[in-house]
């Protein structure tokens, strides 16, 4: 009965911004670990960025300095504030939640394109 509810792709030109929204229901609040991962055509799915409850944000390499993670953990939503879009950054972006630490439970959204083209 979990459910990860993902919103705010689109499309949207080189250099332009995109704000994602990923809500989550039926899981507990303070949810260990939340974060984004994408997908673009040909390539594996790799991670954006994540962040557990109390350890700082890991981001991956290509959008550093670009792409902002956060999330609230009383609600259980998380957002992906991104910035200076590339070309490259073109790719199903999914919300991916581990409720505990101590299990091997994980959860993902049906996903949310983004496309940047002009």
């Known amino acids: 009965q979990v459910q990860l509810v993902e919103s705010g792709g689109g499309l949207v030109l080189p250099g332009g911004s995109l704000r994602l929204s990923c809500a989550a229901s039926?899981?507990?609040?303070?949810?260990?670990?939340m974060g984004w991962y994408r997908q673009a055509p040909g390539k594996q799915r790799e991670m954006v960025a994540e962040?557990?409850?109390?350890?700082?944000?890991d981001y991956a390499d290509a959008v550093k300095g670009r792409f902002t993670f956060s999330r609230d953990n009383a609600k259980n939503t998380a957002h992906l504030q991104m910035y200076r879009l590339k070309l490259e950054d073109t790719a199903v972006y999914f919300c991916?939640?581990?409720?505990?630490?101590?299990?091997?439970?994980?959860?993902w959204g049906q996903g949310t394109q983004v496309t940047v083209s002009s």
């Open positions: 991916y939640v581990r409720p505990s630490a101590g299990t091997s439970q994980e959860y």
């Open positions: 962040r557990t409850l109390f350890g700082p944000t």
């Open positions: 039926g899981v507990r609040d303070s949810i260990y670990n």
